[in-house]
């Protein structure tokens, strides 16, 4: 599976983006599909995740409410909606799919095989 994200950019605080992240190769119907992002000089962070077969979206704490992470299997599309944004949320935002990962372990990077390439979203103040 090949991933690429897109749709980040240089929003306001306040402003809104939706992020997406399309798969090509094969479908990941049945995979986990999450978003991380990495500011400059920080380690890379989960974000948000939906698990392999249906079940509720995972987020970290400081995202929610603001953040959604939906996915279109008919179209192999992930999307981050992506609200209220604030200039901590900067980062480069990455789409990661893995088929066999667990619901507990959908927060960890080095669980997730495959990766987009990141794409920018820089918040001004």
């Known amino acids: 599976v090949q991933l690429q994200a897109s749709g980040g950019g240089l929003v306001q605080t306040g402003g809104s983006l939706r992020l997406s992240c399309s798969a090509s190769?094969?479908?990941?119907?049945?995979?986990?599909v999450a978003w991380f992002r990495q500011a400059p000089g920080k380690e890379r962070e989960f974000v948000a995740a939906l698990p392999r077969t249906g079940g509720r979206p995972s987020y970290r704490d400081s995202v929610k409410g603001r953040f959604s992470i939906s996915r279109d299997n008919a179209k192999n599309m992930v999307y981050l909606q992506i609200d209220s944004l604030k200039p901590e949320d900067t980062a480069v935002y990455y789409c990661?799919?893995?088929?066999?990962?667990?619901?507990?372990?959908?927060?960890?990077?080095?669980?997730?095989?495959?990766w987009g390439q990141g794409t920018q979203v820089t918040v001004s103040s």
């Open positions: 990661a799919a893995d088929p066999s990962i667990i619901t507990s372990s959908m927060g960890m990077a080095a669980q997730y095989d495959y």
């Open positions: 190769g094969r479908s990941f119907r049945g995979y986990a």
